[in-house]
C-alpha cells in the first residue's frame, strides 16, 4: 500500500464525536463564571439566554449541557448568527415568549451584531442573560488540547500540549485545527504521536496560507 493511499484513507476516518457532558467541560479563569452562569439561568424565571465567544470556545459545549440537563423545558438554538434574514431570529424569541418558553441562543461575536441592524431584536438580545466567553489562557488551551486528544482516543500527556500551546495561536480553534491535523498525520504516516510529529504538524499549520 503506497503513503497516497495511507493518506486517502486516513481523510475519509470520522473522529469520534467529542465529549460535552458538565464534567469535560474545562474550566479556567478565562470561562469560570460560563457554568455558574448557566446554573443561575436555569434557577430563574428569565426567558432568554445568550453565549457568545469565539469559534471552538465552548458555546456548543454549554448548550449540550443545558439540553441534557434541562430538557425540553428550554429551546436550543446554535449558530444564532449565522442566519441570512434577522427577522427569523426575532419571530423565533416572539414565539417562544408567547408559548411561555424558554431559549438559549449561543453564536459568534458580538450578539448585537446578530441583528443586522434589526432594532427590536438587538434590544432583545442586549436584554437578555448572558454568557461571554474569550479566547484562552495559556492553561486552558493546554488543558483544552489535551481533552481534544482524548476525544480522538489519542494518547499524550501534558509534556506534547504545553509544547503545542507554546507554539499554537491562543485559539480554541487553533487547538482543534492541531489536534485534527496530528491524528491525520500519525494515521497517514504510521507515526507516533509524539513531540516530533507535533512540530512537523504545528510547521505545516503555520505555512498554509490563511483565509482572505
Known amino acids: 500500500m503506497t503513503a497516497a493511499a495511507v493518506r486517502q484513507i486516513a481523510l475519509g476516518l470520522e473522529p469520534p464525536a467529542p465529549s460535552r457532558s458538565r464534567s469535560d467541560f474545562v474550566v479556567s479563569s478565562t470561562n469560570e463564571h460560563a457554568l455558574a452562569t448557566l446554573d443561575r439561568w436555569r434557577a430563574s424565571a428569565d426567558p432568554l439566554l445568550v453565549v457568545a465567544g469565539p469559534p471552538a470556545s465552548g458555546k456548543s459545549h454549554l448548550l449540550q449541557i443545558l439540553a441534557d440537563e434541562a430538557g425540553s423545558s428550554v429551546v436550543i438554538l446554535d449558530d444564532a448568527d449565522q442566519g441570512d434574514d434577522p427577522r427569523v431570529l426575532l419571530s423565533l424569541i416572539e414565539e417562544a415568549r408567547e408559548k411561555g418558553e424558554r431559549l438559549a441562543l449561543a453564536g459568534r461575536g458580538d450578539p448585537a451584531d446578530w441583528a443586522q441592524g434589526l432594532r427590536d431584536l438587538r434590544s432583545r438580545l442586549t436584554a437578555a442573560a448572558r454568557i461571554d466567553l474569550v479566547e484562552p489562557d495559556d492553561a486552558l488551551l493546554q488543558a483544552v488540547i489535551l481533552k481534544l486528544l482524548k476525544d480522538r482516543q489519542l494518547r499524550a500527556g501534558p509534556e506534547l500540549a504545553a509544547y503545542a500551546a507554546a507554539r499554537l495561536p491562543r485559539t ?11 491524528d491525520e498525520a500519525s494515521i497517514a504516516l504510521g507515526a507516533p504521536i509524539g513531540l516530533k510529529l507535533a512540530g512537523a504538524v504545528i510547521a505545516n499549520l503555520s505555512e498554509e496560507p490563511r483565509p482572505a
Not at 480554541?172 to 496530528?182: E, T
Open 172 to 182: 480554541c480553534a487553533a487547538a482543534g485545527a492541531f489536534v485534527a491535523a496530528l
